[in-house]
């Protein structure tokens, strides 16, 4: 698929917005196209929850306004002036409604409304019933926020256009990997010289994206030396950039595209809460991703499923791996296995970010490989609950423990504690494994000692499992995936 029809597909609507995995909540008088959800309670497990009474009813003290239409991944209402919108877009964590009435006097309303139809904020209300509701605070979306440093920067002011291109080409001299990139700098026409050129590497459309991947790129290049210290997030930031706060989201999935690496394997202190392989596509702010290609994985940020605009992906099945070396593993020695299925790895399987892109990805079947210990039986189980549906263990068998290499686990005694609760109260398919590791006296299995039989018949595990694949549906956006983006149903609803 070339970089270029890849490109063109920030047309399309959101597939996951803010609404995703809520639930409506009926208030009054609310303006067209805008819908109430409710907030998201946390449990002490760290899993989400609707707000309910104790009768199970539907009762939220609170309430979000968010757009009920899809949007783009940034489109900003017309009629609002520039100096408007960059008060909104340097919205820290949020602003008060006071602060918005003051700002905006009796236009308050009808200029938020606008905003939340264009996906750009949300609104959060105290409510007391559905016909007694008042405005307290505003948010930028995830996807506006995620962008907001980069579009204020543009409504500021770009810099002389001639002159920043020909000083970007000068940063470049002299760095044979950035070669490519001053060509087509250098090919761009005087009368458009802040466009990013066609073919770039580093899959944005916005220019202050695209400078800022490249001047991070010149400093690394230059400094970053073989066998030394690796230099860090905010240090390449702070040099390169003129501060931190420059270094957004758009700007880091740009940099790890220019330079063909994730992010956190160039740079110190570059955590990724999830590593992606396998057909999937996404665009961060204006920037896009492959996860196909991403060599040997790509990182999703922080802000995980929430971060991203426009989604596709056509993989069989997903598969979730506990250990960060066996993620690696199958990722540089499957291909049959990531040219199928989407492999995911977490900070912890049953995270809130992993948990979050599994529902998202709730029409693949979702297997999981993680290590034949008692507390590896924990977390499969504890994921399956949290997500409510079936999951299948792969390479997790009694037989393979057996056979596989111990290791005495710092706690034996909470270890064997654990696997005897797993006998009944875990993942049936999982429960002679825990009765073979409490007969054990609760010794441990890690994925690490079992590659050479497990990964050379991993991809024909999962092929007994994977979900249908129709090859001949319609393509959606021009050379993209092969399944239109995946919208959850009405009753976890996405807008």
């Not at 760095?175 to 250098?186: G, K, P, Q, R």
Request: proline share 7%.
């Amino acid at each position: 698929m070339p970089d270029s029809d890849f490109l063109e597909g920030y047309g399309m609507p959101l597939a996951v917005g803010e609404a995703y995995g809520r639930v409506r909540v009926p208030l009054a008088g609310l303006p067209d196209g805008v819908a109430a959800y409710t907030v998201p309670v946390t449990d002490a497990e760290g899993a989400s929850r609707v707000p309910v009474d104790r009768k199970k009813r539907l009762h939220p003290k609170e309430a979000d306004l968010i757009t009920e239409r899809p949007v783009r991944p940034y489109g900003p209402p017309t009629g609002i002036p520039e100096g408007e919108l960059r008060w909104f877009l340097e919205t820290g964590s949020h602003r008060q409604w006071a602060s918005v009435e003051k700002r905006f006097g009796d236009r308050a309303w009808d200029v938020c409304a606008d905003l939340i139809r264009a996906g750009g904020v949300v609104v959060r209300c105290g409510v007391a019933d559905v016909r007694d509701w008042k405005p307290r605070r505003l948010y930028l979306t995830r996807t506006w926020a995620a962008q907001a440093a980069d579009v204020v920067r543009e409504l500021r002011g770009l810099p002389v256009p001639l002159e920043a291109r020909l000083n970007l080409i000068t940063l470049i001299a002299g760095i044979t990997e950035l070669e490519d990139e001053a060509t087509l700098l250098t090919a761009m026409p005087d009368s458009d010289p802040l466009r990013v050129p066609r073919g770039a590497r580093t899959k944005t459309t916005r220019w202050t994206t695209h400078e800022a991947a490249i001047r991070a790129a010149c400093f690394w290049y230059r400094h970053q030396r073989p066998g030394g210290r690796r230099l860090t997030e905010r240090e390449v930031a702070g040099h390169a950039l003129g501060g931190t706060k420059e270094w957004t989201d758009a700007s880091k999935a740009a940099f790890a595209a220019l330079l063909g690496s994730p992010i956190d394997q160039i740079l110190d202190k570059a955590d990724h809460d999830i590593r992606v392989r396998g057909p999937l596509w996404w665009t961060v702010g204006e920037t896009a991703a492959d996860a196909r290609r991403g060599y040997p994985w790509v990182g999703l940020p922080s802000g995980g499923i929430h971060a991203m605009g426009n989604v596709q992906h056509d993989a069989r099945g997903v598969l979730v791996i506990e250990n960060a070396d066996t993620f690696q593993q199958v990722c540089m020695h499957c291909p049959d296995v990531t040219d199928r299925w989407l492999c995911v790895w977490g900070k912890g399987s049953a995270t809130s970010g992993v948990v979050a892109f599994l529902e998202f990805m709730s029409d693949a079947p979702i297997a999981v490989w993680g290590d034949l210990d008692a507390y590896g039986i924990q977390i499969v189980t504890n994921l399956a609950k949290r997500l409510e549906r079936d999951i299948t263990p792969v390479a997790m068998t009694a037989d393979l423990y057996i056979g596989g290499t111990k290791y005495k686990p710092d706690d034996l005694e909470d270890s064997k504690r654990v696997a005897e609760k797993m006998i009944t109260d875990g993942l049936p398919a999982l429960q002679g494994l825990a009765q073979a590791i409490a007969d054990t006296g609760g010794q441990g299995c890690e994925q690490e000692t079992l590659y050479d039989k497990v990964l050379p018949t991993l991809a024909a595990q999962l092929t007994a499992i994977e979900g249908p694949y129709i090859p001949n549906q319609p393509r959606h956006a021009k050379g993209m995936a092969r399944r239109p983006p995946y919208i959850p149903p009405a009753s976890r609803t996405c807008c």
